[in-house]
């Protein structure tokens, strides 16, 4: 029922910063936690940030202090601010409502110099 797209990815150098955005159709988020995660191949998907309806946020040790997720439930979309961006940060980035097996197609962030 939900439909996501991740868009705002890219090349970026080491240390540099990225915005990601989510935006939901076909069901309003307000009610749900929101989570997002990354995939690189060769490598398990990884939970990089999650927030609740009620806005409390919660980071993996690799992207604490680094990332900042939010969201606008009013325009049915979230965020995710990446800074100090480091090559192990490299994969395509995916959104969802937690608990739910609907995918995007993900959107490339490739740190590179």
């Known amino acids: 029922q939900v439909q996501l797209v991740e868009s705002g990815g890219g090349l970026v150098q080491p240390g540099g910063s990225l915005t990601l955005s989510c935006a939901a159709s076909g069901r309003n988020i307000s009610d749900y936690a929101m989570a997002w995660y990354r995939q690189t191949p060769g490598r398990q998907r990884e939970l990089v940030a999650s927030i609740t309806p009620g806005r409390s946020t919660m980071y993996p040790s690799s992207t604490k202090g680094r990332f900042t997720v939010s969201r606008d439930d009013n325009k049915n979309t979230m965020f995710l601010q990446m800074s100090s961006l480091q090559p192990e940060d490299t994969g395509v980035y995916y959104c969802?409502?937690?608990?739910?097996?609907?995918w995007g197609q993900g959107t490339q962030v490739t740190v590179s110099s």
């Open positions: 969802n409502p937690m608990g739910s097996a609907t």
